[in-house]
């Protein structure tokens, strides 16, 4: 299908494959009309439909269930995957009040500019399949590289590193994850 199916509203879509539906349905009667020109073909076709209706629906059936809940496991995988990552990003905040104030601000500046480049840059290009894991999270891993680097004060400050440094790290994989659940190629 075109990508400009996929970003129709829904009612929209619906009703372009409704339609699209009958009008092949329409297409196999008219075929089947003109075929049935005489008696002998016109048994033939009516002995044939009803015997395969109940095969064809029921393969159909079977076919948008397999398909619908592969959707419903991608989209409840992804949405695992951006909730953890927010989960992840919240910790880096909350402890991050902890530090001095320079490396708290320089955190929070890191963290935002991660969110800032999900939202804007990130969600289109995975929306069009752009995004792969070849590309890096750059903010999140200066944070890491950052986070990394400090050198803790007292005991309280280098609990608080270790513990950044396990949500930064769950931030990363939380985000591998999103990026492969939209493409996995």
């Known amino acids: 299908?075109?990508?400009?199916?996929?970003?129709?509203?829904?009612?929209?879509?619906?009703?372009?494959?409704?339609?699209?539906?009958?009008?092949?349905?329409?297409?196999?009667?008219?075929?089947?009309?003109?075929?049935?020109?005489?008696?002998?073909?016109?048994?033939?076709?009516?002995?044939?439909?009803?015997?395969?209706?109940?095969?064809?629906?029921?393969?159909?059936?079977?076919?948008?269930?397999?398909?619908?809940?592969?959707?419903?496991?991608?989209?409840?995988?992804?949405?695992?995957?951006?909730a953890t990552e927010a989960r992840a990003l919240r910790a880096v905040v909350l402890f991050a009040e902890l530090l001095p104030d320079a490396q708290r601000i320089h955190l929070d500046t890191l963290v935002n500019r991660h969110i800032d480049e999900a939202v804007n840059e990130e969600w289109p290009a995975m929306a069009q399949h752009r995004l792969t894991l070849a590309s890096s999270p750059t903010a999140l891993l200066e944070a890491l590289q950052l986070t990394l680097l400090m050198t803790p004060q007292d005991e309280s400050q280098r609990g608080t590193q270790r513990e950044m440094v396990a949500a930064l790290n769950t931030a990363l994989d939380a985000w591998h994850r999103r990026i492969s659940t939209v493409n996995p190629g």
């Open 1 to 82: 299908m075109g990508e400009w199916l996929l970003n129709l509203p829904i009612p929209w879509m619906a009703f372009i494959i409704f339609a699209a539906s009958y009008l092949i349905a329409a297409c196999v009667y008219l075929a089947v009309v003109r075929l049935a020109v005489d008696d002998r073909r016109a048994r033939a076709f009516k002995a044939f439909s009803p015997g395969m209706l109940l095969p064809l629906g029921t393969i159909f059936g079977l076919l948008v269930g397999f398909v619908a809940m592969q959707v419903w496991n991608d989209f409840d995988k992804a949405e695992v995957a951006v």
